[in-house]
Nanobody
Framework: VQLQASGGGLLQAGGSLRLSCAAS????????VGWFRQAPGKEREFVGT????????YYAQSLEGRGTISRDNAKNTATLEMNSLKPKDTAVYYC????????????????????WGQGTQVTVSS
């Protein structure tokens, strides 16, 4: 499966973002989708994930309840929405796909993900 993330840009603190992940190739419904981010000089960080069937989501504590991940298997897309943005949310955001066996399973470890999109830059100004 090939992934392409989009929707980043320059945003204001306190605002919101909506990132999209478009998938092509292999059956999208066979993969859990994860979102990760990497700030300059820092390691890649888990943001959140959604199961293959969309019924289970799991988020990093660092989001402090500000994130929502959804997916539409019919359209081969996944979405990350975040509100109350902070400058510390500035990073390159990546979507990734993990071929999990169970439809309701999720994964927060980046090594589980076998396919990655190219990343989209999100910059939050104060």
């Amino acid at each position: 499966v090939q992934l392409q993330a989009s929707g980043g840009g320059l945003l204001q603190a306190g605002g919101s973002l909506r990132l999209s992940c478009a998938a092509s190739g292999s059956a999208f419904e066979n993969y859990a989708v994860g979102w990760f981010r990497q700030a300059p000089g820092k390691e890649r960080e888990f943001v959140g994930t959604i199961s293959r069937n969309g019924g289970t989501t799991y988020y990093a504590q660092s989001l402090e309840g500000r994130g929502t991940i959804s997916r539409d298997n019919a359209k081969n897309t996944a979405t990350l929405e975040m509100n109350s943005l902070k400058p510390k949310d500035t990073a390159v955001y990546y979507c990734a796909a993990a071929p999990l066996r169970t439809a309701s399973g999720t994964a927060s470890v980046h090594q589980t993900y076998t396919h990655w999109g190219q990343g989209t830059q999100v910059t939050v100004s104060s």
